[in-house]
């Protein structure tokens, strides 16, 4: 029988090559987004995460369809960008909605389904941004890293009930819309304190200096980290997280595999801009 995925945030992206790839491999797929767009292969359907009613809804209409829902792929995200005291109250609240509160809002939904069938997997996207901080994603870095906190602890309770759950983290993949988002986000916040004016123009430069080395990074496409993305969904084995791009390697070896601190030695070293020289 044809297993049957439904995936949030479908319409470009990784989202959208994860649709594309599942279909192509012979899954039943849902591909929920906030503005519906045709997607060939795949059944498509409104879902706005911070909306837990089209969640609802996206769920009946795909039970409704294919009769069973065997994974669901969180991967609807954005990334806010800039200085944290900059960036009001709203907007801070708008990237947990999206990236935390909207993963929980599916879940939620999705679970007595799964807890019916005694099996899913609930694949999370998260980023090198749940495992390692930069400078200028306060927030982005704040979500992701609950997102990966909430996924670890969930997947000791939901093991117990036999659903996996599986964590994916992307390293920066420039051809989704992704960017341009953040660069939204962005321009509108309020620029008013000087003070951080330096701190911001060296922190480009770290920026500008990752995406060059990362253009070297053969594996920072959507459709590798989609092949990631289908390789998690069918390990049935215990492994919880999977680095889908090998950009950030250098960055996970650091946290994971080094003392405190050398990882916050060599995190300052690569990618903090310098502090102004004393007095
Ligand atoms: P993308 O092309 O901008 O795709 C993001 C998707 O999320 C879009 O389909 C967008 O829909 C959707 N979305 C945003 N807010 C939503 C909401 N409230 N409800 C439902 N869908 C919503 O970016 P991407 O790079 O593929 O990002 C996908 C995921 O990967 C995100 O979780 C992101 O944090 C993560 N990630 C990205 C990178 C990267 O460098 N690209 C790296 C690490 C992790 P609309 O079209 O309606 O806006």
């Avoid at 992704?178 to 060296?202: N, P, Q």
């Amino acid at each position: 029988m044809k297993k049957t995925v439904l995936i949030t945030g479908a319409s470009s992206g990784f989202g959208k090559a994860t649709a594309e790839l599942f279909a192509a491999r012979g899954w039943n797929v849902i591909a929920t987004m906030r503005t519906p767009q045709e997607l060939p292969g795949t059944f498509v359907t409104p879902l706005d995460v911070q909306k837990p009613e089209t969640i609802r809804a996206a769920i009946d209409a795909g039970l409704t369809r294919f009769g069973r829902i065997d994974a669901v792929v969180n991967n609807a995200g954005y990334g806010a960008f800039g200085v944290f005291e900059l960036t009001p109250d709203e907007k801070v609240r708008e990237q947990f909605e999206v990236n935390v509160f909207g993963v929980m809002n599916v879940v939620r939904a999705v679970l007595p389904h799964f807890r019916a069938n005694k099996g899913g997997c609930i694949v999370n996207v998260s980023s090198g941004a749940g495992v390692f901080a930069l400078p200028m994603i306060s927030l982005y870095n704040a979500s992701k890293f609950a997102l990966e906190g909430f996924s670890e602890s969930l997947s000791y309770e939901l093991g117990a009930l036999g659903i996996r759950v599986k964590i994916v983290e992307p390293g920066g993949v420039i051809t989704t819309k992704f960017g341009e988002r953040s660069a939204k986000e962005a321009s509108l916040l309020s620029s008013g304190i000087r003070d951080y004016d330096s701190f911001v123009s060296e922190a480009h430069q770290v920026f500008a200096a990752m995406r060059a080395s990362r253009s070297a990074s053969k594996d920072s496409t959507s459709e590798h980290v989609a092949e990631v993305i289908f390789e998690a969904t069918n390990d049935t084995s215990e492994r919880l997280r999977y680095v889908a791009t090998s950009d950030i390697l250098p960055l996970v070896r650091a946290r994971r595999q080094t003392s405190e601190d050398e990882y916050m030695a060599f995190m300052r070293a690569s990618v903090a801009p310098k502090p102004p020289a004393g007095p």
